[in-house]
């Protein structure tokens, strides 16, 4: 059973696939990449350009029946479960105390929420608001804060909110390289201080950003250990479930200069 826990399946939400058949076409690319299980993860409160993708849990579950139903009817093995991945915004403590609600979280268990930081920033709120989560009796995953410009050159910050209960979730394609070496290099060196929970596609296109989830896991099998592979595929099932699992104890993580240049 393979899991991916983060994606943009669903078409017509966000920045994912256009239409019908874009979906269709990156649910075939899943499957005969070996993956049988999705949570979509649709974008909300995200700033794209001039478009902020705003998605109420309510529009996700309902698509993600709908296109479970389609799946089904041009015989493809995926099954696909709801999520949402919320971005880290200016009035996100707001809706922690009024909206809680909005929060959906991982295959809807109301465990683990995602939470997709700014990459160009570290917003001053970013801590307290992951630690008032938890306080609602949520698990914040942070997606690939490998992208994030100030943790890049402060990981001992990932470190710390590891301790604290954060989980970290790291894109598949910066592991292989596909997004260049600087996001290689610092996700090698967080799976090397075994500060990643979870590795996961964040597919959008079955071309252009496609699910790299199994090359990733590959990766880390020739490149660490079967064990650590295993491991890490055994989270995301527990992400799925909504259920606990014991993280490996993180070692402390300074920065290295070659990040940046």
């Not at 075939?28 to 705003?54: C, R, Y």
């Amino acid at each position: 059973m393979i899991v991916d826990i983060h994606n943009h399946i669903l078409y017509d939400l966000d920045d994912g696939p256009k239409n019908q058949e874009e979906t269709i076409l990156l649910a075939k690319q899943a499957v005969a990449s070996g993956i049988n299980h999705v949570i979509a993860t649709p974008h909300h409160m995200h700033q794209l350009n001039d478009h902020l993708f705003e998605n109420a849990p309510s529009t996700i579950l309902s698509m993600v029946e709908k296109v479970n139903q389609i799946l089904k009817e041009n015989k493809i093995p995926l099954t696909i479960y709801p999520g949402i991945e919320f971005h880290l915004h200016d009035n996100i403590q707001y809706d922690i105390q009024n909206n809680l609600d909005h929060f959906l979280t991982l295959n809807n268990t109301g465990k683990y929420i995602l939470i997709e930081l700014p990459s160009r920033h570290y917003p001053a709120h970013t801590e307290n608001t992951l630690y008032e989560l938890q306080r609602k009796g949520l698990t914040p995953v942070l997606a690939h804060p490998e992208r994030n410009r100030f943790l890049r050159r402060h990981p001992e910050r990932i470190f710390h909110m590891v301790q604290q209960g954060i989980l970290v979730q790291i894109t598949a394609g910066s592991i292989t390289g596909t997004y260049g070496r600087r996001l290689k290099s610092f996700s090698l060196h967080l799976l090397n201080h075994y500060l990643v929970h979870f590795v996961a596609s964040d597919a959008h296109h079955h071309i252009r950003r496609k699910f790299e989830l199994m090359d990733a896991y590959k990766y880390i099998e020739n490149n660490y250990s079967l064990e650590y592979r295993k491991s890490l595929e055994a989270n995301a099932i527990h992400a799925l479930a909504g259920t606990n699992f014991n993280i490996i104890e993180p070692k402390f993580i300074e920065k290295k200069l070659h990040y940046f240049f």
